[in-house]
C-alpha cells in the first residue's frame, strides 16, 4: 500500500491551497484518514483527520480555516486550505489506517510528504 500525496506549493498569505492523497496497492479497508505536518526543527503533528463516516477533527489553530474531506469509492482524502499563515509552512504528509488483506490487521500508513510554504 502507497499514499501519494499532490498539492504543495508556495503562496503568499491568506491564500489558499488544495492537498490531495490517494491510495493504491491492496487496500480490504480504511478506517481513519488524516493528514500531519512538520516544520523545521519541530516535531510532526496532526493537523485534521476524518473518519470513515466523514465526522472531522482539528487542530485548532487550523479551525474554520481547513476543511478536510475524503472520497471513500476512490480511497482518497483531501485538505483545503485557506487564509494561509506564515506558521502553516511545513511537510505536510498523508496519514491513514488501513487493513490492506483479510490476513493483515489494521496498518499505519504514511505519504513521503509534500511541501507547503507560506511567505510573501
Known amino acids: 500500500v502507497h499514499l501519494m500525496e499532490s498539492g504543495g506549493g508556495m503562496v503568499q498569505p491568506g491564500g489558499s491551497l488544495r492537498l490531495s492523497c490517494a491510495t493504491s496497492g491492496s487496500v480490504l479497508a480504511i478506517t481513519t484518514m488524516g493528514w500531519y505536518r512538520q516544520a523545521p526543527g519541530k516535531l510532526r503533528e496532526p493537523v485534521a483527520s476524518?473518519?470513515?463516516?466523514?465526522?472531522?477533527n482539528y487542530e485548532d489553530s487550523v479551525k474554520g480555516r481547513f476543511t478536510i474531506s475524503r472520497d471513500n469509492t476512490k480511497n482518497t482524502v483531501s485538505m483545503q486550505m485557506t487564509s494561509l499563515r506564515p506558521e502553516d509552512t511545513a511537510v505536510y504528509y498523508c496519514?491513514?489506517?488501513?487493513?490492506?488483506?483479510?490476513?493483515?490487521?489494521?496498518?499505519?500508513?504514511w505519504g513521503q510528504g509534500t511541501q507547503v510554504t507560506v511567505a510573501s
Open positions: 476524518i473518519t470513515r463516516d466523514g465526522t472531522p
Open positions: 496519514n491513514a489506517i488501513i487493513k490492506p488483506n483479510w490476513e493483515s490487521g489494521l496498518r499505519d500508513y
